[in-house]
């Protein structure tokens, strides 16, 4: 193995991470389905004539190529021997991957362009009672950080680095929570719980306190806390040192992603009540009295002009132009 040192620990170098590439079929082939799935729901959209957000697009591929590196480069590869660098992996899989999954909208997607029977299964799928406990926002935040207490605080870390199907499972969990979380928070699908901005800020700020809380308890442990498969303190401690870090980033950006939610949203609020004021005037204006009749000086026959004995007023419309004759 090479032997650069990152915060006193040998370890792989950053030349390895970046090349010393090794094939993870299964992960491989999940990020081939979901890319492929989500392709085909944006070719029908556009054989309708319809246009898919480019930025949802290029928000999924962000997402595989993430997911890519995460478990098929040197991170991968060497995930099982250093600590730090399954943090690393860590943060790619449990924040990145999923923060960029949510804002691609595959759920949207899904239901625009999947046929009838298929649209209904999912609209009945999210509708569910499980569906709704699981997207509520309280199981969320505990899916999310209470996965990362039990991961790092017990002896789950050290089983699933020395067994396959446990360490499939804890990236699965990880992704799903993290999707599960972001999407109650920034997610553009809908779902039965959508809290209201402000508490959606509360919640992303009620999660900080899990990578403090793992990450102070690995920097201050006498011992390593997966003494089997991580067994270098110092290895630990740097490990601490990138998860707590990459939490505090997290929470950042996803708290811009927040705020900029929340002013698009009452922008569009505000547009929302201009035109349903211009349309409350327009229809008071349109369906209120516009015609007045006088009895000119002539007498009921008299002065009958080209109108006879009615002289007409007319009030404009929203077009600019005038209603009537």
């Known amino acids: 193995m090479s032997g650069d040192t990152v915060g006193g620990v040998s370890g792989p170098s950053a030349a390895d991470l970046a ?4 094939l993870d079929p299964a992960a491989l082939l999940s990020v081939a389905v979901t890319g492929a799935l989500y392709a085909v729901g944006v070719r029908r959209l556009a054989r309708r004539g319809r246009r898919w957000s480019p930025a949802r697009s290029a928000a999924m591929a962000g997402a595989l190529a993430v997911a890519i ?5 040197g991170i991968g590869r060497f995930e099982d021997d250093r600590l730090w660098v399954h943090m690393v992996q860590h943060a790619l899989l449990g924040m990145a991957v999923p923060l960029l999954v949510v804002l691609s909208a595959p759920l949207t997607l899904a239901l625009q362009t999947a046929r009838p029977a298929t649209r209904q299964a999912l609209r009945t799928t999210v509708r569910s009672r499980p569906a709704r406990v699981l997207t509520h926002p309280v199981v969320a935040w505990c899916l999310f950080g209470g996965g990362l207490v039990v991961i790092y605080l017990t002896a789950l870390l050290d089983v699933a680095a020395r067994n396959g199907p446990v360490h499939l499972l804890v990236h699965a969990h990880v992704v799903l929570a993290g999707t599960l979380f972001l999407g109650v928070l920034v997610g553009i699908d809908p779902l039965p719980h ?3 901005f402000g508490a959606r800020l509360l919640a992303l700020l009620a999660a900080v306190p899990f990578h403090a809380i793992v990450g102070l308890a690995l920097l201050s442990a006498g011992s390593p806390m997966a003494p089997d498969a991580y067994p270098r303190l110092s290895d630990q401690r740097t490990a601490a040192g990138l998860f707590w870090g990459t939490g505090e980033l997290f929470t950042l950006v996803v708290a811009g992603i927040i ?5 698009l949203g009452e922008r569009r609020a505000e547009a929302r009540e201009v035109r349903e004021a211009v349309m409350a005037d327009s229809s008071r204006t349109t369906t209120g009295p516009s015609m007045h009749t006088t009895l000119p000086p002539g007498g009921a026959t008299g002065g009958a002009g080209l109108w006879g004995s009615w002289s007409v007023s007319m009030a404009p419309s929203n077009d600019g132009t005038h209603e009537g004759p």
């Not at 090349?19 to 090794?22: A, I, P």
């Open 69 to 73: 590196v995460a478990t098929q480069s």
């Open 19 to 22: 090349f010393r590439w090794l």
């Open 259 to 263: 705020l900029r939610q929340w002013w």
């Open 194 to 196: 959508r809290p209201p």
